[in-house]
């Protein structure tokens, strides 16, 4: 099993790596994203899966044996930009190396087993989280999607062919495995966990306007500065989220005209808040809201917010989550929560039951080149994953 997760790790390596960094950018619909889209489709057919896609990108390869809905796993290969290696195809490499793993077993399912691939699970280019589960799931429509629009105004209509999904018609339960961003594992000494929820989540456009002037003849009291705006609300948020123990990032600013000499017109600004649950996930928000619409009025500027992606709290299948953790040779597997979002989510809000297993990050960073898991321990869930699957499967 070693040799053959290795392998295909390797396979994967190279794709869409910058050598600056060391990051990945595997945007949707990107060469290189592609490039890991076509290799999923040639390991499903050395497997002799049947292949199921749809028309938005995801696909499912399914080994049909036994009967019923059937045992999904797997993650995504999208990445967020400069990420890193694990976030994601950590999932899908382990789903191939656990199925593998089986065979060699002799085990045969009761039920059919899967393995998928959804597409722009990180929302990185057109800015909905887990946009190609949502529209497996049916939680988003197509239509909806088709006008999302990437930095450079391309809309995803433009890249995928478009359409519903049935893609999950055929699942019971689906199981995903993602490396662990954060050191909850790390602290515990543990090398596998599970998932019991995730934390609600949302990602918000605050738009600046200000009014542009020269950056020297202007006098400060003269001017109507967004950038002000922003840079006090930037700090209002960090504030608000340390006060109530939740978290709030701006990450992403774009700023119109972006010269060096010119008080900006505008300033965009993306807003990334989690929370521990959806009355203080809009607490929050709603509190930095206020907060940039008060500097707003003591800059002259003003200031819009719009929500682009939220993502309710999830709570995994407890009894389903704990049947999973339990009676494993090296005691019972830690079950933890994360604030980290995935299909896994979108999924089981859906009504599919659906658990998570963690694997041990030492770093605890992710959406970083310096995201990392170990040989052993990436080995370690594929036999848990395995473990998982024919308990599921059985
Ligand atoms: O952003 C997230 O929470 C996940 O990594 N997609
Ligand atoms: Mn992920
Ligand atoms: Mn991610």
Known sequence: MADDFERMWRDLEPVGRASASGGYFRQPFTTSERELAAWFVEQAETRSLRIETDEIGNVVAWWDVGEGPGVLTGSHLDSVLDGGAFDGPLGVVSAFAALDLLRERGFVPARPLGVSVFVEEEGSRFGLACLGSRLAAGVVTWEQARELRDHAGVAFGDVAEGGGSRLLDEVGTFVELHVEQGRDLVDRGAAVGVASGIWPHGRYRFDFTGAANHAGTTRMEDRTDPMLT?????????????????RATFGRLEVTPNGTNAIPSRVIAWLDARCSSDAALAALVEAITDQAAGRAGRDGTRVEVTAESVSGSVSFDAALAALVAADHAGGDWPVISTQAGHDAGILSAAGIPTAMLFVRNPTGVSH??????????CLAGV???ADTLERLAR
């Not at 970083?368 to 321990?377: I, Q, V």
């Open 230 to 246: 922003y840079a006090m609300t930037a700090l209002a948020a960090n504030k608000q989220a340390r006060l109530a123990g939740q």
């Open 368 to 377: 970083s080149p310096e995201e990392f898991a170990s040989m052993p321990d």
């Open 383 to 385: 036999s848990a994953l």
